[in-house]
């Protein structure tokens, strides 16, 4: 499975952002997904999760801000990102929830800042 996120740039502390994470292959579509990220001199975290029938769950960090959705008939999970801080600067990862070792990609870089 290729997972390819996009949609990452610069933003203005209060802005917004909606990353997209399109995947190759059937599985995708009964898995749970998830949204990585990962700050330079931090370990990557999970941010955001949503199942294959659509329940989500969110880091205490991002609940409130962040939104993640899926729409399976174009293999693609969303993460619309509000409100944005400093501090969710970061790349940021698609994979499935748990990870999955060979399906980390790229990643797709967020900077917030003034």
């Known amino acids: 499975v290729q997972l390819q996120a996009s949609g990452g740039g610069l933003v203005q502390p209060g802005g917004s952002l909606r990353l997209s994470c399109a995947a190759s292959?059937?599985?995708?579509?009964?898995?749970?997904v998830g949204w990585y990220r990962q700050a330079p001199g931090n370990q990557r975290e999970l941010v955001a999760a949503?199942?294959?029938?659509?329940?989500?769950n969110y880091a205490d960090s991002v609940k409130g801000r962040f939104t993640i959705s899926r729409d399976n008939a174009k293999n693609t999970v969303y993460l619309q990102m509000n409100s944005l801080k400093p501090e969710d600067t970061a790349v940021y990862y698609c994979?499935?929830?748990?990870?999955?070792?060979?399906?980390w990609g790229q990643g797709t870089l967020v900077t917030v800042s003034s």
């Open positions: 994979n499935n929830n748990p990870p999955l070792a060979p399906w």
């Open positions: 292959g059937a599985i995708f579509r009964i898995n749970a």
């Open positions: 949503i199942t294959s029938g659509g329940s989500t």
